[in-house]
């Protein structure tokens, strides 16, 4: 009997171990915001003003099917939810308490992807908040929506 526990026991690991791999396969993540300028590779938002994570994607390099699960959002290390979302489109939040300078926005989750390890991710994206309007660097377009892409490797 003490064997069969131990069998048991023993299963989930073999079957955990089994199904590593030692290359991840690579995707690209881009996030779409609302209610921003995008110059120079940032993000811009005017202090005061709401801004919107519009979508949130992933494209396969490979063209395997995948998902995104417990994904969690950050403003300068801080949680904007308590909870992870399962759906991350038409997540809203204000800058009025963000004071004028450069901030991060962190994405952390999981990645599920057909035939590949589950992968854990983690990017930030620069948000720099503006006074007014006159803030915005000269050249960048109006504020709308806008995408950045981040490749992993």
Same mark, same amino acid.
């Given at each position: ?26 995707? =690209? ?19 005061? =003003? ?14 395997? *099917?995948?998902?995104?699960? *417990?994904?969690?959002?950050?403003? =300068? ?8 979302? @399962? ?8 800058t ?13 989750? *999981?990645?599920?992807q ?9 990017? @930030? ?7 007014? =309007? @006159? ?6 377009? @109006? ?11």
């Amino acid at each position: 009997m003490k064997k069969l526990i131990y069998l048991l026991l023993l299963l989930p690991f073999a079957a955990l171990t089994s199904c590593e791999k030692d290359d991840l396969a690579p995707f =690209d993540m881009t996030l779409t915001l609302g209610g921003v300028s995008q110059y120079d590779g940032n993000f811009y938002a005017v202090q005061g =003003d709401e801004v919107t994570i519009e979508n949130l994607t992933v494209d396969p390099v490979g063209g395997k *099917n995948t998902a995104l699960s *417990n994904v969690m959002f950050y403003i =300068d290390g801080r949680p904007l939810w308590p909870t992870p979302w @399962e759906s991350v489109n038409g997540i809203t939040f204000s800058t009025a308490n963000l004071p004028a300078g450069t901030h991060t926005i962190g994405i952390n989750g *999981n990645l599920l992807q057909v035939d590949q390890s589950l992968q854990v991710f983690a990017v @930030e994206y620069k948000l720099v908040v503006v006074d007014s =309007d @006159e803030g915005l660097p000269e050249g960048a377009p @109006e504020l709308g929506s806008f995408s950045s892409t981040v490749s992993f490797q």
